[in-house]
């Protein structure tokens, strides 16, 4: 008597060979020497296999279920069989697209007053497709000098960043700076525009001199001059 060993199978290509966090991809293995029973392995904790099928010798369909906080990058795949495990053909998890609303925030101030926003909540909502994708918080440069900030500097999906507004130590005027919200796909900016007011005040509103020619000069007269915001330079 005599035994047919099975032959090792060998991988070529996977197709598509790649996926976004959160997705369920459908994808088709080619190779050869494939048989019943096949199974299929990812290396990557967050990718589960389902649905295996074994179309040919040359074919396998299967469905890579990828969590929401799957590890990113590039992970090899195997197909095994009783004849033994191919070489592997990399499977690359992308990170989720993230959407961010709104693009842009209006904070208005005048002095004696609080600070107001063009909406009761101040705050960023960040979603992405299937829930637990990461994301990162970075405030432009001109953010510090605007007195904005932003909380948290990072969290998950769904999120809210909360927004904040300080006049101290700004002078009345126009302020504008940009936060950027990074996670899968293109970092998505908002736009946050601080409008700081204040205004002078003198007294009295008018001064009248008097003067004859060959006479002393007039005597000087008080102008008093305040503001209503203690950063502004007389």
């Known amino acids: 008597s005599f035994t ?20 369920t991809v459908s994808v088709t293995l080619t190779g050869t020497n494939f048989t019943s029973g096949a199974t299929v392995n990812v290396a990557n904790g967050g990718i589960v296999v389902s649905g295996v099928t074994v179309v040919g010798t040359t074919q396998i369909t299967a469905s890579f279920v990828i969590a929401a906080n799957a590890a990113t990058g590039p992970a090899n795949a195997t197909v095994s069989t009783l004849g033994g495990t191919s070489g592997a053909v990399a ?12 693009l842009a925030l209006t904070f208005t101030y005048q002095p004696g007053a609080v600070v107001s926003s ?21 405030l432009g440069s001109s953010c510090s000098g605007a007195g904005i900030s932003a909380t948290p500097v990072s969290g998950t999906t769904p999120g809210t960043i909360t927004v904040s507004a300080s006049p101290a130590a700004l002078n009345p005027g126009t302020y504008n700076c940009t936060i950027a919200v990074s996670g899968g796909g293109v970092p998505q900016s908002v736009s946050v525009t601080f409008m700081v007011g204040g205004s002078l005040r003198v007294s009295p509103p008018t001064l009248n ?5 060959g006479d002393p000069a007039p005597a000087a007269q008080t102008l008093a001059v305040s503001t209503d915001n203690a950063n502004v330079t007389i």
Do not use: D, E, K, R
């Not at 047919?4 to 997705?23: C, D, F, Y």
């Not at 499977?91 to 709104?102: G, K, R």
């Open 4 to 23: 047919v060993g099975s032959v090792v199978p060998t991988l070529a290509s996977i197709s598509p060979s790649n996926g976004v966090q959160g997705a």
């Open 91 to 102: 499977f690359t998890v992308s990170p989720s697209a993230i959407s961010v609303s709104p």
């Open 118 to 138: 063009q909406s009761s909540l101040p705050t960023i909502s960040v979603t992405s497709a299937s829930p637990g994708a990461a994301f990162t918080v970075t």
């Open 209 to 213: 001199f008097s003067y004859v020619t």
